[in-house]
Nanobody
Framework: QVQLVESGGGLVQPGGSLRLSCAAS????????MDWYRQAPGKQREFVAR???????VYADSVKGRFTISRDNAKNTMYLQMNSLKPEDTAVYYC???????WGQGTQVTVSS
């Protein structure tokens, strides 16, 4: 079971961009699916995006066309490129290994002027 560590969060203005990273303590090449989730204050954690080992991706409707999930097996890292950010994207973002249901500690993203 790999340990997951998110990074790349921060404060950004509406319309701006951020790239989140999810670094694994071991190889991710054997992990079939990895997810990004987010949790806004006072709300339940919600699905953002998934990437499968073959590269297939799935997105929540709320981020489709703005966010891009990717993975680099050689670097044992998954990414979430977030463009055209909106205030409603403000949340703690978490990565997840679907197979073991392992989660990282999260990284805060705040979109505000």
């Amino acid at each position: 079971q790999v340990q997951l560590v998110e990074s790349g969060g921060g404060l950004v203005q509406p319309g701006g961009s951020l790239r989140l990273s999810c670094a694994a303590s071991g190889s991710i090449s054997g992990i079939s699916s990895m997810d990004w989730y987010r949790q806004a204050p006072g709300k339940q954690r919600e699905f953002v995006a998934r990437i499968r080992s073959g590269g297939n991706t799935v997105y929540a409707d709320s981020v489709k066309g703005r966010f891009t999930i990717s993975r680099d097996n050689a670097k044992n890292t998954m990414y979430l490129q977030m463009n055209s950010l909106k205030p409603e994207d403000t949340a703690v973002y978490y990565c997840r290994d679907v197979g073991t249901n392992s989660w990282g500690q999260g990284t805060q993203v705040t979109v505000s002027s």
